[in-house]
């Protein structure tokens, strides 16, 4: 398998790279995390001219044509600098769902829009009581009048406080755990009926709580088919864990070198504490663990286009678990090495280490995965 980059996608890690190292410093992103909506709408609009927001889009409708690796590598990037941007929200997860189950109209009405920074999307399926469970569904959308009213709520949607329309899953038939009869609808965010509570989390990137009350959705809300939603709604998933991972691993390199730096120029008893034989097998370990991390990010990334579900699950299941588990022990490491200061608000490394724990809870902790796995999953 050849690895290597192609000449565009060198040109795409260089031009994000200059873009980041520009205009993300450590010390801007925490003026971002401050001012709502907590990220930057300027910065959003240089990824629209960059064209990054349509990068995974077919040319026909605005985008680039890319695939998941290009995906990936830009992924990298932003998880080198902390990107607060809703990405992984609107392209990555809602985009996944249009690309596969949108029809020409939806795609040619929506998918320009994204691609221009016009439209923000967010991907709302996780309900309170599902825990991780994708075929646990109590909201319901029901028939009526020629379109359909839909009732229910959705937990921890990211971006789902700045989204201007959401991808929202419901159940049009079949009992609570039925993976038939879940179906997929485009619902407006200020539409009559839906409430959003916006708050951060641990990282701080956003999210929000969701309740649909008797919202009227017209017939062609419906995104693909009826009651055939629960495969789309596993790949976008699936695409999600494979986007996040990559992304911890640039913020898993952040770290592995912010903490090299300090071991190397802080002093103790009148030496670098890199000199520290113990400490030099810590910082060997955690470049080991990295190594693991990319190689289980971009077997999520090649998996992506697998035609058979039971082995992409598989192959997903693995690469979450181990990028879960080398990103707990790279940052815990981090912390350890760096002292006191890792965890302060005004040092970098703790933030790494808090993003890094939000990825392991997202999509499926490692427990979980890890059950799936030794169930055989089907």
Do not use: C
């Amino acid at each position: 398998m050849d690895f290597d980059l192609t000449e565009d996608q060198r040109l795409l890690t260089d031009s994000v790279a200059r873009l980041l190292g520009d205009r993300y410093s450590f010390e801007q992103r925490k003026q971002l995390l401050a001012a709502p909506p907590g990220y930057s709408e300027p910065l959003w609009a240089q990824y629209a001219e960059l064209g990054l927001l349509g990068l995974p889009f077919a040319e026909d409708f605005g985008g680039f044509g890319g695939g998941p690796v290009d995906v990936m590598l830009l992924m990298q990037s932003f998880g080198r600098h902390l990107v607060l941007e809703p990405y992984l929200a609107t392209v990555v997860l809602a985009g996944t769902a249009l690309r596969l189950a949108g029809n020409e109209a939806q795609q040619g009405e929506l998918i320009p829009a994204i691609a221009a920074g016009e439209l923000r999307l967010a991907f709302a399926h996780s309900e309170r009581q599902a825990r991780y469970d994708l075929t646990d569904v109590l909201t319901t959308a029901k028939a009526e009048g020629g379109g359909w009213v839909l009732e229910g709520a959705k937990s921890v949607v990211l971006h789902g406080d700045s989204a201007d329309k959401l991808l929202v899953s419901a159940r049009t038939a079949g009992g609570r755990d039925d993976a038939e009869g879940i179906s997929l609808f485009i619902v407006d965010a200020e539409a009559a009926g839906v409430a959003r509570r916006g708050y951060a989390l641990r990282d701080g990137s956003r999210a929000a709580e969701l309740s649909f009350s008797a919202v009227r959705l017209p017939a062609e809300a419906l995104l693909g088919e009826r009651d055939q939603a629960f495969p789309i709604i596993e790949q976008v998933v699936q695409a999600g864990i494979a986007a996040s991972a990559a992304e911890v691993v640039g913020g898993m390199e952040a770290l592995q070198a912010m903490t090299l730096d300090y071991l190397k120029t802080r002093q103790q008893f009148g030496r670098p504490i890199g000199e520290n034989q113990a400490l030099q097998h810590r910082a060997a370990e955690m470049l080991v663990n990295l190594e693991q991390a990319r190689s289980m990010a971009m077997l999520a990334t090649m998996v992506l286009e697998e035609p058979d579900a039971a082995d992409r699950a598989r192959s997903i299941s693995l690469a979450k678990v181990g990028v879960g588990q080398a990103a707990r022990f790279v940052s815990q490491t981090a912390i350890q090495l760096h002292g006191g200061i890792g965890m302060t608000d005004e040092y970098a490394a703790g933030h790494f280490f808090r993003r890094a724990m939000v990825f392991e809870h997202m999509f499926g902790d490692t427990a979980y995965h890890l059950d799936r796995l030794a169930e055989g999953i089907e």
